[in-house]
DNA sequence: TATGCACGTTGTCCTGTCAA
DNA sequence: TTGACAGGACAACGTGCATA
């Protein structure tokens, strides 16, 4: 075994006079350990430039005090805000995270879970990519606790919005505000669940509008490049006239801002996440966004307390969601 | 190839001291 | 004598390396 300079339990202890486990105890301020004590072991530790081997202590208590953030595309500013979020929020318990990205690949995201228990993560809060469910019962079977965010899959423990209401407020306000009776959805990949329900309340809202459903009017588009321009192309080739853009999520509403620049169409466009929360630089938008908490408080919130507890989650929590108007 | 040790840390249990 | 408090002893965790 290499020798390092590191400085140990072991070295603290022989300079102090007290065992290794009461200094241990000590640099944690246990209350079995008198005061005096503790602020005489920890003055002599931070003078020696001690750092605690959070490898040994996991060895010890089998946590590392680490969970592991798998999300579908980082590129997402959704995603980056929620990593923001998680990381912020997980180290008021003294957590850190693990980001791992799955580019919404089924075979990566087992290569990120299994990476991350081979780092030895505490728990799992995951955005699960399309036709992730045996990812998930292998991830299940190994008895972490876990919770899925923005996305509802089966029986597993999840905090996503209500995706329902986000797609009828979104219709609702495209038909009553701005008076649009042939609304546009670019939608996410109807594989999972939010694009499903996005589209239950985009339909809901026209029926109340009395707008008669076109399906030719829906379309799933991927995050890919060009996505986006080549369904407007498309519409425009068939003479599929439209007046509104509901879109599935606010960087789908910015892409087709973009692709709409310079054709000298103004049409509303209402988008879903409400980044401009937190990407206050971003342009004006409509937009339908978590009413009260975000996602990640309350997946940090319910992983912390399984990891505390040393259950699994259990809930699926769906969030109430209100319309933010752009304010133009 | 099998076995044992070392690494650093910490949970649990035990012992010693002292005051009431 | 009892109970509270302070601190010590032991064992075990996962992995790599040395030795038999």
Do not use: W
Not at 75 to 98: G, H, K, W
Not at 168 to 189: T, V
Not at 233 to 257: H, K, P, Q, R, V
């Amino acid at each position: 075994m290499i020798k390092t300079n590191r400085v140990t339990l072991r070295d603290i202890a022989e300079r102090t006079g007290y065992t290794v486990n009461t200094v241990s105890r000590a640099l944690h301020h246990r209350d079995d350990i008198s005061k005096k004590t503790v602020d005489y072991i920890c003055g002599i530790a931070d003078e020696m430039g001690y750092i605690n081997d959070n490898i040994a202590s996991s060895m010890r208590t089998g946590r590392t005090g680490t969970v592991a953030v798998i999300l579908a595309d980082i590129t997402n500013p959704l995603f980056a805000i929620m990593v923001r979020e998680t990381e912020q929020l997980a180290s008021e318990y003294d957590y850190s995270v693990f980001i791992l990205n799955t580019n919404e690949d089924k075979e990566t995201e087992l290569q990120a879970i299994k990476n991350a228990l081979g780092k030895k993560v505490d728990g799992f809060i995951i955005c699960p990519c399309p036709d992730c469910r045996d990812n998930l019962e292998f991830l299940k079977k190994t008895g972490k606790p876990y919770v899925l965010i923005g996305r509802r899959v089966g029986d597993h423990p999840s905090v996503i919005l209500d995706d329902e209401k986000s797609g009828y407020l979104a219709a609702k306000y495209l038909a009553e505000h701005y008076g649009r009776r042939r609304i546009l959805f670019i939608n996410g990949l109807l594989s999972i669940s939010c694009a499903k329900d996005r589209l239950a309340g985009y339909r809901r809202a026209l029926e109340e509008a009395g707008i008669p459903y076109d399906g030719r009017l829906v379309r799933s588009v991927t995050t890919k490049a060009g996505a986006i321009s080549r369904q407007l192309e498309s519409l425009d080739a068939a003479n599929i006239g439209y007046d509104g853009i509901f879109a599935f999520s606010d960087l789908l509403a910015y892409e087709t801002m973009n692709s709409l620049s310079g054709t000298g169409k103004d049409v509303p466009i209402v988008g879903i996440d409400h980044i401009r929360k937190n990407l206050f630089y971003m342009p004006p938008l409509d937009s339908v966004g978590a009413a009260g908490k975000s996602m990640s408080e309350e997946a940090v919130r319910m992983l912390m307390n399984a990891i505390k507890t040393g259950s699994l989650c259990g809930d699926q929590i769906c969030l109430d969601v209100k319309l933010y108007p752009s304010g133009k």
